[in-house]
């Protein structure tokens, strides 16, 4: 299988969750879509899709409903990936470098490292972190390889709309307790609930199509004192699945 890696890193955990905003751009989840006709690795929030470099995926790895490696290739277009899953793929967990961006003497959010922006003092490297049920899967297990992700309780393409069932939020297999996470990150990213002494969060499958759940945590910035392109690390987790109409004759 074709395995995208650079040394990934564990950082300390803050104990609380930001709702993205509109002047967020690094606030953005990562999630599998259709995209004209084609599977496409989307970054956005909400009803907004962004364009980002694809050479910043970090890792891509393929799963069959055993949660056996899986051969699966990333393409890449101008500015997305996107697969050409195989019919033994199920889950596809993602890790995308999504870059830095740097506040000005103005304000403004300028997507370059602070040591490449006069007069900013804060800067953000942004990172996504992604597990995605394309397919169903003959029992959930956690992502060995994902440093952060939501676990479902049961396999999410299995649900029908309206159905309610638990997530729990990981940190190196360790739960994360009362953080908010956006239940509905397509269409109500800015309402969150809140994560349970064990990490556990009940959401609602709330669409026939594709559901996205989500958080964005500030972490510290890993390279702290070894380079100035950032102040702080953020991350974004997101979970996602597909429900797929039944088909009528």
């Known amino acids: 299988m074709k395995r995208i890696s650079q040394k990934l890193f564990s950082v300390l955990l803050a104990t609380s969750c930001i709702i993205s905003t509109p002047i967020s751009s690094f606030a953005h989840g990562a999630w599998f879509a259709q ?12 009803w907004k899709d962004n364009g980002y ?31 050409n899953p195989t019919d033994d793929v199920s889950v596809v967990d993602v890790i995308l470098d999504y870059g830095y961006w740097s506040n000005n003497a103005e304000g403004k959010w300028i997507p370059k490292p602070m040591d490449e922006v006069e007069g900013s003092t804060i800067g953000t490297h942004a990172l996504k972190y992604s597990v ?8 959930v297990q ?16 299995k649900l029908n709309v309206g159905d309610v069932f638990a997530v729990q939020l990981l940190h190196e297999g360790q739960p994360m307790a009362n ?23 009940y959401v609602t499958a709330v669409n026939g199509g594709t559901n996205v759940i989500g958080c964005e945590m500030v972490v510290p910035y890993e390279n702290e004192g070894k380079d100035k392109k950032a102040t702080r690390s953020k991350v974004f987790v997101s979970l996602s699945y597909t429900l797929y109409p039944e088909e009528t004759d």
Do not use: C, W
């Open 35 to 46: 995209r004209t006709d084609r599977t496409q690795l989307v970054v956005g929030e909400g």
């Open 142 to 157: 956690p992502m060995l390889d994902m440093p952060y992700q939501f676990v479902p309780s049961a396999d999410p393409t």
């Open 53 to 83: 470099d694809p050479n910043g995926l970090l890792m891509m790895n393929a799963y069959s409903a055993q949660y056996n490696f899986t051969a699966l290739e990333p393409q890449k277009g101008d500015n997305y990936l996107y697969i």
């Open 179 to 201: 953080v908010d996470i956006i239940p509905d990150v397509m269409n109500h990213h800015t309402v969150t609930t809140k994560t349970d002494a064990n990490g556990f969060a």
């Open 132 to 139: 995605n049920y394309l397919k169903s899967v003959d029992n």
